[in-house]
């Protein structure tokens, strides 16, 4: 009787090495696979953005309120970016990433420095849309690599889809 269950614990034990070892791969494989960035998105997506946008901010640190205007274009797979505040222009580029457990879509942004930030900027966008399906991000932005506990917010309204972007039917 005892060699049976010592042999059932055996038996036992290896099945839950075998389902920790399996669930390790599974996380290992989870994991490397990292974000999904904007070349490997649908281009469909990408054009959603391209367009005029107003947009309103705040400094981080809670620095200054402004407004100005972002223009967003498809180019070669990517977004451009060319953001106006006052009379400054500053461009960038943006990126669809998938980001958190549940892979939720946001938009990555780089910017060189303005008249908001001496440095150059980063940003996080939720994507989300207007009433007229046009979309419309919020931002936290930061200056790049800056740690802070009160970053930068940026709202992006859209105005209307750029001549371009209208010719290819989207």
């Given amino acids: 009787m005892e060699r049976e269950v010592d042999r059932s614990h055996r038996v036992a034990g290896r099945r839950w090495r075998v389902a920790l070892a399996l669930a ?3 996380a290992r494989a989870a994991f490397a696979i ?3 960035v904007a070349a490997e998105v649908d281009a469909d997506l990408l054009a959603y953005f ?3 946008y107003e947009l309103i901010g705040r400094a981080a640190g809670g620095g200054v309120a402004y407004s100005g205007t972002m223009e ?3 180019d070669d797979g990517r977004l451009r ?3 106006t505040i006052g009379t400054a222009r500053s461009t960038g580029t943006a990126r669809v990433e998938e980001r958190t457990a549940d892979r939720i879509r946001i938009l990555t942004v780089d910017l ?3 008249p908001t930030s001496d440095r150059p900027l ?3 966008c939720a994507i989300g849309s207007d009433l007229d399906n046009g ?3 919020t931002c936290l932005v930061r200056p790049r690599g800056v740690e802070t506990d009160r970053p930068g917010l940026e709202a992006w309204f859209w105005e209307e889809t750029p001549p371009l972007a209208k010719g290819t039917g989207r």
């Fill in 34 to 36: 990292g974000p999904i």
């Fill in 135 to 137: 979309p419309r991000l």
């Fill in 72 to 74: 967003v274009t498809v």
């Fill in 122 to 124: 980063e940003a996080w």
């Fill in 112 to 114: 060189e420095g303005g």
């Fill in 24 to 26: 390790v791969l599974a």
């Fill in 81 to 83: 970016l060319v953001r």
């Fill in 50 to 52: 391209a367009g005029h």
